[in-house]
């Protein structure tokens, strides 16, 4: 593994992380139409919990992958995103990981297609990015973060091993919300037994 974290939290983030029947890898030119179609198809199912969801452009998707693809050099970032994709090459989601917690975490977040959904896509890609977290040197915790009323995204932390370790009050950004921040954590010395490293081992020896 190359990535160490660097200038307090920000991190060298891998281009591309391997999970058995998933491929996370950073955004290139190429994908914005298919973020694009991902999103638009999508749109019902992410507005309730993703504003930036409703009315989204070829040129939001443009911006995003511009914004988001590696770097020359690949300079230490606050924040990577990787779209996940399956072995036919159709795009699922997007995930990432997030430096805004403070010395020694990183946040993970996702969406998933929903043409996609409960096929176990979130919950595998978040395993990858917590191995990959927790790998970072100075990393100590991974957390998931979401709202109360978000019982799709708080299954994933739950199966993945991740603890429950607090719930607080936070002003709603979406129209779902109930306002309540729900937040899991995983520790570095907790992941090599967790549920999550096992199914992440799983699904590569599956595929390898
Ligand atoms: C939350 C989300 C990422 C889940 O993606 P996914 O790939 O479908 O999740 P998984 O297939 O890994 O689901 C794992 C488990 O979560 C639970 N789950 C997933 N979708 C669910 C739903 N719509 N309702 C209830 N439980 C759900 C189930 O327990 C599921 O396992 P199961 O299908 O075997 O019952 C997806 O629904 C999504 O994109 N939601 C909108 C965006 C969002 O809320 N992002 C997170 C913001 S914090």
Same mark, same amino acid.
């Given at each position: 593994?190359?990535?160490?974290?660097? *200038?307090? +939290?920000?991190? &060298? #983030?891998?281009?591309?992380?391997?999970?058995g029947?998933?491929?996370? /890898?950073?955004?290139? #030119?190429?994908?914005s139409? %298919?973020?694009? +179609?991902?999103? =638009?198809a999508? *749109?019902?199912?992410?507005r309730?919990? @993703?504003?930036?969801?409703a009315?989204?452009? !070829?040129?939001?998707?443009?911006?995003?992958?511009?914004?988001?693809?590696?770097?020359p050099g690949?300079?230490?970032?606050p924040?990577?995103?990787?779209?996940?994709?399956? /072995?036919?090459?159709?795009? &699922?989601?997007?995930?990432? &990981?997030?430096?805004?917690?403070?010395?020694? =975490?990183?946040?993970?977040?996702?969406?998933? +297609?929903?043409? /996609?959904?409960?096929?176990?896509?979130?919950?595998l =890609?978040? $395993?990858?990015?917590?191995?990959? !977290? &927790? =790998?970072?040197?100075?990393?100590?915790?991974?957390?998931?973060?979401? +709202?109360?009323?978000?019982?799709?995204?708080?299954?994933?932390?739950?199966?993945?091993?991740?603890?429950?370790?607090? @719930?607080?009050?936070?002003?709603?950004?979406? #129209? !779902?919300? %109930?306002?309540?921040? @729900?937040?899991?954590?995983?520790?570095?010395s907790?992941?090599?037994?967790?549920?999550? %490293?096992?199914?992440?081992? $799983?699904?590569?020896? $599956?595929?390898?």
């Amino acid at each position: 593994m190359t990535d160490k974290a660097v *200038s307090g +939290d920000w991190f &060298l #983030p891998a281009p591309t992380v391997e999970a058995g029947w998933l491929l996370l /890898r950073r955004p290139e #030119p190429d994908d914005s139409s %298919a973020l694009h +179609d991902a999103v =638009a198809a999508s *749109s019902e199912h992410l507005r309730p919990w @993703m504003p930036w969801a409703a009315n989204y452009t !070829a040129e939001m998707a443009r911006e995003f992958v511009q914004r988001n693809a590696a770097k020359p050099g690949n300079p230490p970032v606050p924040e990577a995103s990787y779209l996940v994709w399956d /072995r036919d090459r159709r795009l &699922l989601g997007v995930c990432g &990981l997030h430096a805004r917690l403070g010395p020694g =975490a990183l946040e993970i977040g996702y969406w998933v +297609d929903v043409r /996609r959904t409960r096929r176990g896509v979130a919950t595998l =890609a978040a $395993a990858a990015l917590s191995e990959l !977290a &927790l =790998a970072i040197a100075g990393v100590q915790a991974v957390e998931i973060h979401h +709202d109360r009323a978000n019982q799709a995204s708080g299954a994933i932390p739950a199966r993945l091993g991740y603890e429950l370790v607090a @719930m607080v009050a936070d002003e709603p950004e979406a #129209p !779902a919300e %109930a306002g309540v921040e @729900m937040q899991w954590r995983m520790t570095l010395s907790g992941w090599p037994d967790s549920d999550g %490293a096992r199914l992440l081992q $799983a699904a590569r020896t $599956a595929t390898s």
